[in-house]
């Protein structure tokens, strides 16, 4: 994940001058510092950066979990939580990409949850939009978004995907209309 660590034995952990502390539930020391499990690190890396930030603490002001879509042959996705980017990815099937989308807003806490998907490709964004509601069993916000000038020239033409991810970026920062999406499992 690159981040920084210090490696110490439990019972040096309450004295520990650092921010967070990644132990076992057997070991873990009665402390001030912010801990986190081993299980922890079992969820996929966004959920695991996402629980770290809720446990620092950082940018609690926007209570928000907001996944910009950009659809197309291959797929874009950001993923911001708490105000900052914690995922950046092209996914290259719509069923990987809802099962993701699923473990990420299930696997993390936020007042908020929205899917912001551009609307370049309304066939495919129906479709990814169908198959989160019928398999994810809470309710949402979503928003189609306008896609022009989401797209940057890059050289090289598309570089493995880096074009999908940085539309998905400036898509997840745009506004569009919003609405909330209740699972079939309410509605019926």
């Known amino acids: 994940m690159g981040v920084r660590f210090d490696s110490m034995l439990p019972d040096e952990i309450p004295g520990y001058a650092g921010n967070l502390v990644l132990t076992t539930r057997a070991e873990s020391p009665e402390c001030t510092i912010p801990v986190l499990y081993e299980d922890t690190l079992e969820y996929h890396l966004t959920v695991t950066r996402g629980m770290m930030m809720q446990k620092l603490g ?3 002001e926007f209570e928000e979990l907001i996944l ?3 659809p ?24 990987c990409l809802v099962s993701h989308i699923i ?4 696997g993390l806490w936020a007042r908020k949850k929205i899917v912001k ?13 169908d198959m989160l509601n ?3 069993c809470s309710s949402f916000e979503l928003e189609f978004v306008d896609e022009q000038k989401t797209s940057p020239k890059i050289k090289n033409y598309n570089q493995g995907g880096k074009r999908d991810m940085l539309s998905a970026r400036y898509i997840s920062r745009r506004e569009g209309h919003r609405r909330s999406v209740l699972p079939l499992s309410i509605t019926g």
């Not at 473990?103 to 299930?106: I, P, T, Y």
């Not at 998907?117 to 939009?129: E, H, L, T």
């Open 58 to 60: 950082a940018g609690l």
């Open 68 to 70: 910009g879509v950009d």
């Open 72 to 95: 197309g042959q291959r797929t874009g996705l950001s993923v911001f939580y708490y105000g900052q980017e914690i995922e950046s990815s092209v996914h290259l099937s719509a069923d």
């Open 103 to 106: 473990e990420v807003m299930g």
């Open 117 to 129: 998907i551009g609307n370049g490709n309304m066939d495919v964004a129906k479709k990814i939009i």
């Open 134 to 136: 019928l398999r994810f």
